[in-house]
């Protein structure tokens, strides 16, 4: 493998897409090639770095009960809920049934 | 016994499982087992939902949700709130502005769906509803002050001094960033989703997702070199 063959191949290697054969190429071209191997190596870290620094987002427990129930409530018009009970239906949750 | 639950209350969070209850059986799932996108796969209705583009499971959700399924609009907003509410946090930079623009998000899709002809993914179509409310936040005056939740994130972790002050200067780094190039950083490299996901979100193809995403990871390496480069200038003053 050449130098001028990495540039394509270098983000697919770090994202561990590559195939095996390829992978392996990429690995003997780094251990060969200090230029290569710094380029990999600088990007590998501000990959990690970006992962330290900034966490993946979640939507909390609170925003996800309080978002669907004001979505029930202001879509009801909408919904095909029950006639009896118009914001609310009746769950049955099988683990709670008695044997 | 029998426990009945309302309609209201249809998703159900067990903080200590994370798992949710919801719909007309019993449907449990791993609240985190479809937000990075490397297990896509979302129970619901008997369905396999994979989070891709146009997925079939997507429109048959729609069609049910316009003809008034109250499930329908439990699926499609459990297959959705996390990557609505991560997308909106990571363009505003606030929980809190982001909570509300998700939630404002979703009503105005579903109210809307009527309308919705599937001329694109109903999930590229609520993301532009996000993103369009986002700006229009950003858009708003707003007094600028110092966002202390980077800080405070640092040290619930744990973080030591010095591992703070890198995440402050990533998190510069990133901020000096294009806002195409660091929501598709965000969006890969930290919320590690698909990229045909995040090509949805940000309308573009996935091969020009995919460059524009090792274009960014080398611009941030090259701010970072640079604001290294200027402290280590400074330090030597």
Redesign the interface.
């Known amino acids: 493998m050449r130098c001028d063959a990495l540039p394509g191949l270098l983000?697919l290697y770090l994202d561990g897409d590559l195939p095996e054969e390829m992978a392996r190429k990429v690995d003997r071209h780094l251990l060969r090639c200090p230029a290569c191997a710094y380029e990999a190596r600088?990007?590998e870290?501000?990959?990690r770095?970006?992962?330290?620094?900034?966490?993946?987002?979640?939507?909390?427990?609170t925003?996800?009960?309080?978002?669907?129930?004001?979505?029930?409530?202001?879509?009801s018009d909408?919904?095909?809920?029950p006639a009896n009970?118009p914001?609310?239906?009746?769950?049955?949750?099988?683990?709670?049934?008695?044997e | 016994?029998?426990?009945?639950?309302?309609?209201?209350?249809?998703?159900?969070?067990s903080?200590k499982q994370k798992y949710f209850?919801?719909g007309?059986?019993?449907r449990a799932k791993r609240?985190?087992s479809y937000?990075?996108g490397n297990d896509p796969n979302v129970t619901g209705h008997g369905e396999s939902f994979t989070f891709l583009p146009e997925s079939h499971q997507e429109r048959r959700l729609v069609a049910r949700l316009q003809?008034?399924?109250?499930d329908a609009?439990?699926a499609l907003?459990e297959q959705n709130?996390?990557r609505v509410?991560?997308y909106a946090?990571?363009l505003l930079g606030n929980r809190e502005d982001?909570?509300e623009v998700?939630?404002e998000a979703?009503?105005r899709a579903?109210?809307r769906a009527?309308s919705y002809r599937g001329e694109c993914p109903f999930r590229g179509w609520l993301f532009g509803i996000t993103r369009n409310l986002c700006r229009d936040r950003l858009r708003q005056p707003r007094l600028l002050l110092l966002e202390p939740e980077a800080v405070e994130?640092c040290q619930e972790?744990n973080a030591t001094a010095g591992?703070v002050e890198?995440?402050?200067v990533?998190?510069q780094a990133?901020g000096l960033l294009p806002e195409e190039q660091r929501m598709v950083?965000?969006l890969c490299?930290?919320?590690?989703w698909d990229a045909r996901e995040v090509a949805v979100m940000l309308e573009k193809t996935p091969a020009a997702t995919?460059s524009l995403?090792?274009r960014a990871?080398?611009a941030?390496?090259d701010r970072?070199a640079e604001l290294w480069e200027e402290e280590e200038n400074e330090d030597a003053v």
Not at chain 1, 63 to 75: M, N
Not at chain 2, 67 to 70: I, L, R, T
């Open positions: 983000d600088t990007l870290q501000t990959k770095m970006l992962r330290e620094a900034i966490p993946a987002e979640e939507a909390s427990p925003f996800r009960e309080k978002t669907a129930a004001k979505l029930l409530d202001s879509l909408r919904l095909k809920l009970e914001l609310g239906r009746q769950w049955t949750l099988p683990f709670t049934r008695e | 016994m029998i426990l009945a639950v309302s309609h209201s209350y249809s998703l159900l969070y903080p209850f919801g007309d059986t019993f609240a985190s937000q990075k003809s008034g399924d109250p609009l439990d907003f709130v996390d509410f991560a946090r990571h982001a909570e998700a939630s979703f009503l579903f109210e009527t994130r972790r591992r890198t995440h402050m990533v998190q990133i950083l965000l490299d930290v919320e590690e995919k995403l090792y990871r080398r941030l390496r970072l």
